[in-house]
């Protein structure tokens, strides 16, 4: 199974699935856009399987672009994992200090955002498409983790997963509008005369949301990889029909708790 981790240690693992040809629907992990359930909790068990733990300790979320985050409790195991109808409803961003638990964000295209703290054993995972990065998905999430939960910034490593390139998210004067008003995005912005489109660097844009909210850029790794381009991506913007990679994070059992 066609899988990249980014971090397995004593206390966290953490990667992201990839497009498979070998795999049933290419290894598509996302049940909201898939040809049959079965395929897709078929490769949800063969992950599971390879990272050492069961499909019922998924915890997924349906997304819906926006910038709602929740934080993950026992109670939530399993929800999301095996069908869409309980999983925890209208959220982009999945958070917990909890072990055994495996955090899903599901994206084509998008921005994935992996986390974790390696003092507190805090761990989460955030799906930032355009619109979740119009909102400040990412920069809010880390603003309530820093006043709500009293979580040091310094203590934060961000993994950003494969993403639409600059060169591929070509868009029109209206999200280019949205992006411009954030304030920070200039340098992440370049208009092209032959076509009239602008195209902004997503990623870096998080990026920048990550290092506003004060994670130390140090601490930030981009996967420059194009899901576009790359033959392992899932793309929605060159297959409306394609699947989805599963980011994912987990706090292994053996952690122990500063």
């Given at each position: ?48 399987a390879s ?11 349906n ?121 920070y ?18 990623q ?12 130390p ?21 060159q ?6 990679h ?13």
């Amino acid at each position: 199974m066609n899988t990249k981790i980014y971090v397995n240690n004593e206390k966290f693992i953490a990667g992201m699935s990839l497009k498979d040809s070998r795999e049933s629907e290419q290894n598509n992990m996302a049940l909201h856009v898939c040809e049959n359930v079965s395929n897709v909790l078929e490769n949800r068990k063969k992950l599971a399987a390879s990272l050492n733990c069961g499909l019922e300790t998924f915890v997924c979320a349906n997304q819906t672009h926006s910038a709602n985050f929740h934080r993950v409790t026992l109670d939530d195991k399993g929800r999301g994992a095996d069908t869409t109808e309980n999983a925890i409803l209208d959220t982009d961003a999945l958070y917990t200090y909890e072990p055994d638990l495996l955090l899903c964000s599901f994206t084509a295209d998008c921005v994935p955002v992996i986390f974790f703290n390696e003092h507190t054993g805090l761990i989460g995972v955030i799906h930032s498409g355009w619109q979740g990065t119009v909102k400040e998905i990412t920069w809010k999430l880390f603003e309530h983790l820093k006043q709500v939960e009293q979580c040091n910034m310094h203590d934060i490593h961000v993994q950003l997963g494969p993403a639409l390139s600059q060169e591929k998210f070509e868009v029109d004067e209206d999200v280019y509008v949205q992006f411009k008003e954030l304030g920070y995005t200039d340098d992440f912005i370049y208009y092209k005369d032959e076509t009239r489109k602008y195209h902004i660097d997503n990623q870096l844009t998080v990026k920048r949301q990550c290092e506003l909210a004060g994670i130390p850029y140090q601490q930030i790794t981009i996967d420059r990889t194009c899901t576009f381009l790359s033959p392992d991506g899932f793309s929605y913007r060159q297959d409306k029909k394609s699947g989805r990679h599963m980011s994912f994070i987990m706090k292994k059992g053996s952690f122990d708790r500063a």
